[in-house]
């Protein structure tokens, strides 16, 4: 069997070395157009600064070495420009000259190519860089030997964030430019928030709900769609990326979401002798079995696998993503599983939120952090729909457990039954996913009634009445404008200020507070709902609708 496969890294190699290992015999051949077949492409923002210090470490591989260890035929600099089906013959390019190369089955893994948006003067522009490869993170270091002063990056989501942070650290100023109401689109915006915040505090200069328009000058400004310009010696596009099915289309093959490449469960795409892996397919989110675009390397290298698990006999099921990932942003890292408040909207799912704020080990041994998590579940059955994070610590662990459940099928109710390592330097006790899960349960039960951020000015403006129950010192850090206060410890004896024929929302910092207020209340005979997150969520994603003291 001859097993031709049309682009390396993540998905590509996967299959090669897989397929190597189940079939001794086979003529594998990987034809790579660029000049390296197995690269760590997630690790290029990290080389820009020298976190990441020598070139070489981004080379996983070489032909060489998977030559000598795996016996396979690999050629970078091959380019394949057409696929013919009928014939099963690609044509392949390298050096000028053109031959082709025949197959009993081909392997798609062409990856997804940079979206390059219809701007004026983007073509004439010289400064002007997108990040996707090796040769891509050599022309920006050599951009950077010119030693320039101003760089903007256009589009805020996490290879845009990875490079506004590390050229920040190289020494630049920094702006980002992104369309969408915050920086990282991927997440809620009351998480992506923190993120926001810990830009700022850094030194990027940020512009939400901000398109580029023009490059002028050779790419040396850009100019807004409000009509202001901003400065650049250097710019980094990264305004997403899209499925590179260009040979795919013209093989007739058929294409979906987007462009990409539609494939069934096996990855066969619509010509059986055809499979397709990693970016450039369409692929099933898992929770809804909608179509979706997931370009992230733990998915295509997992699929590769599977793929090559099918071209030799073994029969392995593409069960759909989640699509989790994480980014780290100077001090502090988001990461995010499943659905966001948002997809669950769009979907028309039913759902609930939750937050929950802990620290990433016990609080008090030294050098606790804050996580900020989030989950998105059904409120009757506790599927688990999606999970987000914030948090300098920690996060990573928090929402791979949550994923891992997810995928477990096990829903909100079984939160509170796993089981985490726990010594002071590493964890808590009752675990911050725990907590998810005790919170969840208890909105899912009735035992308490939430109310979101973004649903409390409506409320407000409805007649429901704020009740505050933080303590009178914590109301110089900030307040919600005509709410009462009554301190949690002294609820109870002056239950006969409030009215029952009121209807209350109680907050304090975090939230838990204003849980035991709200079961104080409930039992007292009050309509009560808890505003979930609460003020310290609040203060971080509309700080400017509360009141300060005047120091």
């Not at 699509?323 to 499943?338: E, H, M, N, P, Y």
């Not at 007292?524 to 400017?544: I, K, M, S, T, W």
């Amino acid at each position: 069997m001859k097993i031709v496969i049309v682009g390396g890294v993540a998905g590509g190699m996967s299959a090669a070395t897989r397929l190597r290992r189940l079939k001794e015999d086979a003529e594998i051949v990987v034809f790579e157009k660029g000049p390296y077949v197995s690269f760590a492409n997630c690790g290029l923002p990290y080389y820009l600064s020298g976190e990441i210090s020598e070139r070489e470490n981004l080379l996983v591989q070489t032909p060489e070495s998977l030559a000598a260890r795996f016996q396979l035929d690999v050629r970078p600099n091959h380019e394949v420009t057409a696929v013919y089906p009928d014939e099963k013959k690609v044509e392949v390019l390298s050096d000028g000259k053109k031959w082709q190369e025949s197959y009993d089955v081909l392997l798609l893994s062409p990856g997804a190519k940079p979206v390059r948006p219809a701007i004026s003067g983007l073509a004439e522009a010289k400064n002007v860089y997108t990040v996707r490869n090796v040769p891509d993170i050599d022309m920006v270091m050599n951009a950077l030997e010119e030693q320039p002063k101003k760089a903007v990056v256009v589009g805020a989501g996490f290879i845009g964030l990875e490079m506004a942070e590390n050229l920040k650290k190289r020494g630049l100023a920094v702006s980002i430019v992104e369309l969408a109401p915050h920086v990282l689109p991927s997440l809620d915006e009351e998480m992506a928030v923190h993120i926001q915040n810990e830009l700022i505090k850094q030194g990027v200069h940020v512009q939400t709900k901000r398109s580029v328009t023009a490059f002028e000058h050779g790419g040396k400004q850009l100019r807004l769609d409000d009509g202001t310009t901003i400065d650049s010696d250097l710019t980094i596009l990264s305004v997403g990326v899209q499925p590179d099915s260009t040979l795919a289309k013209m093989a007739g093959l058929e294409t979906g979401l987007r462009g990409g490449i539609v494939v069934n469960e096996h990855y066969q795409t619509s010509d059986p002798s055809i499979y397709a892996v990693g970016d450039a397919i369409v692929v099933k989110q898992q929770i809804t079995g909608a179509d979706a675009l997931i370009s992230l390397a733990s998915p295509a290298n997992r699929q590769g696998r599977q793929a090559a698990d099918n071209i030799a006999g073994i029969v392995r099921n593409n069960r759909g993503s989640l699509g989790t990932s994480i980014v780290r942003v100077f001090d502090l890292a988001a990461a995010s599983t499943g659905l966001t408040e948002r997809m669950a909207q769009q979907a028309n799912l039913p759902f609930s939120v939750v937050h929950v704020s802990g620290k990433d080990h016990a609080s008090y041994y030294p050098e606790a952090t804050d996580i900020l998590l989030k989950l998105i579940f059904h409120p009757k059955t506790g599927e688990i729909y999606g999970a987000q994070g914030v948090g300098a610590k920690g996060v990573d662990k928090r929402i791979d457990s949550l994923a891992t459940a997810i995928k477990g099928q096990l829903t909100i109710f079984d939160l509170p039954e796993l089981e985490f390592t726990y010594a002071p330097p590493f964890g808590s006790a009752k675990d911050p996913v725990n907590m998810l899960g005790y919170v969840a349960m208890n909105v899912a039960e009735g035992l308490s009634e939430t109310i979101q951020w973004h649903e409390l000015p409506e409320a407000l403006a409805q007649g429901k009445i704020l009740l505050d129950v933080r303590n009178e010192g914590e109301l110089q850090n900030g307040a919600f404008k005509d709410a009462l206060n009554i301190p949690l410890n002294d609820l109870r004896c002056r239950l006969a200020e409030l009215d029952r024929e009121k209807e209350y929302i109680v907050s304090c910092h975090s939230g838990l507070r204003s849980y035991l207020a709200e079961r104080i209340l409930k039992q007292a005979g009050f309509h009560v709902q808890n505003l979930d997150g609460a003020f310290a969520l609040y203060h971080a994603v509309r700080p400017e609708d509360l009141i300060y003291p005047e120091k």
